[in-house]
């Protein structure tokens, strides 16, 4: 992150601005998805991670079970990834939320 906000002041890229993107491309732009992916592939490649099937969904996909499992609000869950209702976030995940569950159940069950 260093050397990338290093090259981006050098290249006068105000990425530090409301409306600017910390990965952007090279002159300051919105990468587009190809783009990205292109970049992410030889990313995988240069550090021998291909192997691990490291997929973009992936980073979606840990990111909310990570909020649910630290007992995030599924309505606020739903609304960062976009989904229409939050029974589709429910639907999804609702094996971490079998898991938060059970953890809080058990902690209520210490408390009494």
Do not use: C
């Not at 990338?4 to 002159?27: C, G, H, L, M, P």
């Not at 550090?47 to 969904?57: A, F, G, P, T």
């Not at 976009?82 to 953890?103: F, M």
Request: aromatic letters at 14%.
């Amino acid at each position: 992150m260093k050397k990338w906000k290093a090259y981006q002041f050098e290249k006068n890229i105000a990425f530090t601005e409301d409306d600017a993107f910390v990965f952007s491309s090279r002159n300051g732009e919105m990468r587009t998805y190809d783009g990205f992916k292109g970049n992410y592939k030889r990313f995988l490649i240069r550090h021998n991670l291909s192997k691990y099937n490291l997929h973009l969904h992936r980073y979606r996909h840990t990111f909310a079970t990570m909020l649910l499992e630290e007992g995030v609000n599924p309505k606020v869950v739903q609304k960062l990834l976009g989904h229409k209702d939050v029974q589709t976030t429910l639907g999804i995940y609702s094996h971490v939320l079998a898991e938060v569950y059970e953890s809080t159940a058990n902690k209520v069950t210490h408390i009494i």
